[in-house]
């Protein structure tokens, strides 16, 4: 079911991706165009979330193979990604939760935006910007910039909103309140349709530490209250 779900938030991407691109009309009155971005945004961070998966593992449980190539392939279409680098960031992540030694966590500042750009430095490496702008330009052979821009690289950028607000920043921001131990992170309140529509599952943050084995489309079975 695992490999299955996968492949569909895969299609999805790049069926809506290659919709945008060739049948949208690129007006700024055209309000078509506006939700046509934010649904390819959130197909972005569903993209994310998948390689994410297979970082743990759960999309194909106890078949190594199948999470690392899901995990690459997702990864990399989301932004020339290292599955490699991710992963073993993540690990770090999930050994020690909201501290120092957490890539994904800024001790100097809990400010949105000195966070947000700390975390993204950290990310970010000169491989994967040669890879997009290599991308870019052969996509703009048939497809004009603004068009690209627009229908990719916007969706893509405000993912990287998306997933930090609801899977770092408003989880694991300080205070650090006992119900939150031993994982110094918090999570969304019960409403699955809200939980989908905001980051795929991934705002019951508490419920994903506490078992990082559930895929993301199980973690609403997780989240008891």
């Known amino acids: 079911m695992g490999v299955f779900i996968a492949i569909i938030v895969v299609l999805a991407w790049f069926g809506h991706l290659a919709f945008s691109l060739l049948f949208v009309e690129m007006n700024l009155s055209n309000p078509w165009m506006y939700l046509h971005v934010l649904i390819q945004a959130h197909l972005f961070t569903g993209l994310f979330i998948t390689g994410h998966d297979g970082m743990h593992g759960t999309i194909r449980p106890f078949h190594d193979t199948t999470n690392r190539i899901v995990g690459t392939v997702a990864s990399f279409l989301y932004a020339g990604l290292s599955f490699a680098r991710l992963k073993k960031n993540h ?80 989880p694991h921001r300080q205070p650090h309140r006992d119900e939150m131990m031993p994982y110094r992170s918090r999570t969304l309140q019960r409403n699955h349709t809200l939980a989908f529509l905001s980051c795929w599952f991934f705002g019951y943050h508490y419920e994903h530490h506490q078992s990082p084995g559930t895929p993301w489309w199980k973690l609403y079975q997780k989240k008891m209250i």
């Open 91 to 170: 690990q770090k992540h999930h050994d020690h939760p909201g501290t120092g030694a957490d890539p994904d966590y800024c001790e100097r500042s809990q400010n949105f935006f000195i966070w947000y750009f700390t975390f993204m430095w950290r990310y970010v490496t000169i491989w994967q910007i040669l890879i997009m702008a290599i991308l870019f330009n052969v996509l703009s052979i048939w497809f004009s910039e603004m068009r690209l821009v627009i229908l990719w690289i916007v969706p893509a950028f405000l993912s990287t909103f998306q997933m930090f607000y609801f899977g770092v920043y408003a």
